[in-house]
């Protein structure tokens, strides 16, 4: 079986929609023919999907579902709005919402009556975000458990929608609220699975329909605590959706389709000349992601490491083209670079003093302090000298980090021991990414050339012991130039 999950710009408009039922329809006839979505496409995975298949697991489709593109955020702007006792947002975005997915249910469904239980539902799951927007006005206040109930109504609109249309065009789907499958821990806003309970859930409610030849329509980034508790998996989660949902069944494959031919060279939005790529590791695919690539959720291939199940990005405006196929061993490059991230709206800061030098325990006491925030360090640099310590953290995090800090190094900033906490906003990193650079000299030295030559300037470096990453740390300013330059240096652009 295989997992197809589609993200928001795929199903942001009548016309996608009715792409998206299209390529699901091929992709069941061909499950249901035996035949593998990766035999199909010709390649050496493919005689695996066939004997895989026939060792008795459930043959079909799973679709994973995002919100259209923009309704989680129209959500989330109105629960804050909301808490802020600005109304007119949830409003407005109630009505504007029922329009939206009713006009392509009017559009793309014939039957009256399935459009009419469209409509209620629209409508009741509308009616709750109201409500729940009210109380959030109400209270003042807007928790990340409450967050996450708003937050997860688009993907409970865009998949009953989506089983809707697949129905009229032939394919017998059936919507399935992902917060009856994948059971998390409480970390609400980013919830972690809890694999045991997911997998038993997800056999227990899905194999039997897929055996029946249904394909579920399972709401991407929400999921739910063994309570029952209303989760998310973090922005951008439903890739980790469809990963953990294959995981748990043992897929053959779990297929991303957006809007993009796949994993590029570099965001194409930033560089024109950007390439797909073609195959690429599964670690090299979690250290783009990591590092800004939003095409895929971070923790995306997490689950499908475990059980070696290949993960392809695919192109819903574009079917045809292979894509990228995510693998865990690929072939080396010549130089090792294959791709160019960027991670943005950060901040650096440097702890620095004379009286660093030989003390022992000052970068364990920085990153103690850092830790009890709860920020997230991106990426740290220390200069021979052991004269200052430099890291990265998201600018939200920055004020409370550096206030931790002063806290911390008290004594030591009045003696003089430590100078100065200093940060510095407007931060990106430049991720150069490529399993193969390990062993390669002279990358770096290649990267600062083309960068000097176009007078950036580099603030901080560090290299991931792996070396299948050098990160640089640049202002805001220079980051596009900084990647496109590095992007020409190593003819990314060509193949
Ligand atoms: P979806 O809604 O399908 O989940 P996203 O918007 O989350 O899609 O991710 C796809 C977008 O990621 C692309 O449109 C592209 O602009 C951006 N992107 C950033 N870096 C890359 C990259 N290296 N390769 C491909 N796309 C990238
Ligand atoms: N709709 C969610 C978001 O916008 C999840 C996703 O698109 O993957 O973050
Ligand atoms: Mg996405």
Redesign the pocket.
């Known amino acids: 079986m295989i997992v197809m999950k589609f993200?928001g710009t795929s199903v942001g408009t009548t016309e996608s929609i009715h792409s998206v039922a299209q390529i699901v329809a091929d992709a069941v006839g061909r499950q249901a023919e035996g035949v593998g979505d990766a035999q199909q496409r010709g390649d050496r995975e493919g005689c695996n999907v066939v004997s895989r298949a026939t060792v008795g697991r459930a043959p079909g489709v799973l679709v994973v579902v995002s919100a259209m593109s923009g309704v989680t955020n129209t959500l989330i702007d109105a629960a804050q709005a909301a808490a802020a006792s600005d109304e007119a947002p949830y409003r407005d975005g109630r009505s504007q919402l029922l329009v939206r997915h009713q006009v392509v249910a009017g559009q793309l469904i014939e039957d009256g009556v399935e459009r009419a239980g469209l409509g209620r539902l629209f409508d009741n799951r509308l009616q709750e975000f109201e409500r729940l927007c009210r109380s959030i006005t109400v209270l003042g206040e807007l928790t990340q458990r409450g967050l996450d109930v708003v937050s997860g109504v688009g993907e409970r609109l865009s998949a009953p929608l989506l089983a809707a249309v697949l129905r009229a065009n032939g394919v017998k789907a059936q919507f399935v609220d992902a917060g009856e499958l994948i059971i998390t821990d409480d970390d609400f806003g980013n919830a972690n699975p809890l694999m045991t309970p997911t997998v038993t859930r997800c056999r227990d409610r899905l194999l039997p329909m897929m055996q029946s030849g249904v394909t579920p329509v399972v709401t991407g980034f929400v999921g739910a605590t063994e309570n029952g508790v209303p989760t998310t998996l973090g922005r951008?989660g439903?890739?980790y959706s469809a990963a953990i949902l294959g995981a748990a069944l043992d897929a053959d494959e779990i297929q991303i389709w957006t809007d993009v031919d796949g994993v590029m060279t570099a965001d194409p939005r930033i560089v024109a000349n950007a390439r797909s790529m073609p195959e690429l590791s599964y670690a090299e695919v979690a250290e783009l992601a990591y590092y800004g690539a939003?095409v895929l959720?971070p923790k995306t291939v997490t689950p499908a490491i475990e059980k070696k199940i290949p993960l392809r990005v695919l192109n819903t405006f574009n079917p045809t083209h292979p894509g990228t196929h995510i693998v865990e061993k690929t072939r080396a490059l010549r130089h090792g670079v294959k791709a160019i991230t960027a991670v943005r709206d950060l901040r650096l800061i440097t702890v620095a003093g004379r009286g660093m030098i030989g003390v022992p325990g000052i970068a364990a006491r920085t990153f103690e302090a850092v830790a009890r925030q709860k920020a997230n360090v991106l990426m740290i640099s220390q200069g021979s000298s052991e004269q200052s310590i430099c890291f990265v953290v998201p600018e939200p995090e920055g004020e409370a980090v550096i206030a931790a800090l002063k806290v911390e190094f008290a004594r030591e900033l009045v003696q003089h021991l430590i100078e100065e906490i200093a940060s510095q906003p407007d931060i990106v990193i430049v991720a150069v990414i490529g399993s193969g650079m390990k062993g390669t000299p002279g990358i770096a030295a290649r990267v600062f050339s083309a960068l000097g030559a176009q007078g950036i300037n580099v603030i901080a470096i560090a290299q991931g012991s792996s070396e299948a990453n050098i990160s640089l740390v640049v202002l805001h300013a220079a980051a596009d130039e900084a990647i496109r330059a590095i992007h020409d240096t190593f003819e990314l652009g060509t193949e």
Do not use: A, L, R
């Open positions: 993200g951008g439903s890739d939003k959720h």
